[in-house]
């Protein structure tokens, strides 16, 4: 933490750009510019089409129900606004929980439509019969890095995330970031180009989160 500490000005100063972080109703914003102040970075809560727009770092942040995350962006009328500044302006975007599997074309929790930037789609977890494990996933799990990312520039460290989720992204290996065991691999984190997703809460995860959303915004 100290280093973190110790770094936020140099952060400051070496990131122009300011984050901007997705109010669609359904995402933990206070925690996320609580920590992103505490780190050094800049944010800023965007909501229309206008801003989201011209974002030039982006965070989607979600917690809930697919379909109800989905029908907020659709009311809001931010779902061309997202594909307009992460698919045309190739704006760095880190999906955060449901914010991850949202990402994706579909969710078997729910009927609506994804956001479909990456093709990918959210399952429930299985754990194998007779396992103690129990879904919602709720707790602290170490995270197996699988390939070097702005999200994880390191493929040996050993870090530690706190999960709440019922469901996780399946997709294709090329864009898999990092993963957990429960019972069997599961996909926790994804990377393809300037589009990436964690299925934990880096806001909840004490240096660890800190240090992913520092290298997030300082390296994507």
Same mark, same amino acid.
């Given at each position: 933490m100290?280093?973190?500490?110790?770094?936020?000005?140099?952060?400051? $100063?070496g990131c122009a750009r300011v984050v901007s972080i997705v109010d669609y109703g359904v995402g933990n914003i206070a925690s996320l510019i609580n920590m992103f102040d505490f780190i050094g970075v800049n944010s800023r809560v965007v909501s229309s089409y206008a801003s989201l727009v011209e974002a030039e770092c982006l965070i989607l942040p979600?917690? %809930?129900?697919?379909?109800?995350?989905?029908?907020?962006?659709?009311? $809001?009328?931010?779902?061309d606004a997202l594909?307009?500044?992460?698919? %045309? $302006?190739?704006?760095?975007?880190? %999906?955060? =929980?449901?914010?991850?599997?949202?990402?994706g074309y579909s969710s078997e929790e729910g009927r609506e439509r994804g956001l479909s930037l990456i093709d990918? $789609?959210? @399952?429930r977890l299985r754990p194998p019969p007779k396992s103690d494990l129990r879904v919602p996933h709720v707790g602290w799990a170490d995270v197996t890095v699988k390939?070097?990312?702005?999200?994880?520039?390191?493929?040996?460290s050993l870090e530690r995330?706190?999960?709440?989720?019922?469901?996780?992204?399946? =997709?294709?290996?090329?864009?898999?970031? %990092?993963?957990?065991?429960?019972?069997?691999?599961?996909?926790?984190? @994804?990377?393809k180009d300037n589009i990436f997703g964690v299925q934990f809460h880096p806001e909840k995860s004490h240096r660890f989160g800190m240090r992913l959303l520092k290298d997030f915004v300082l390296n994507a």
């Open positions: 100290s280093e973190v500490m110790g770094s936020k000005k140099e952060i400051r $100063r979600g917690v %809930g129900a697919f379909d109800t995350a989905m029908a907020e962006l659709n009311r $809001r009328c931010l779902i594909g307009e500044a992460v698919l %045309g $302006r190739r704006v760095p975007v880190l %999906g955060i =929980c449901l914010g991850m599997q949202i990402l990918a $789609r959210a @399952v390939r070097p990312s702005p999200v994880f520039p390191t493929v040996n995330f706190y999960f709440v989720h019922s469901y996780a992204l399946e =997709c294709s290996d090329s864009i898999v970031a %990092g993963t957990i065991d429960f019972g069997q691999e599961v996909c926790c984190a @994804v990377a």
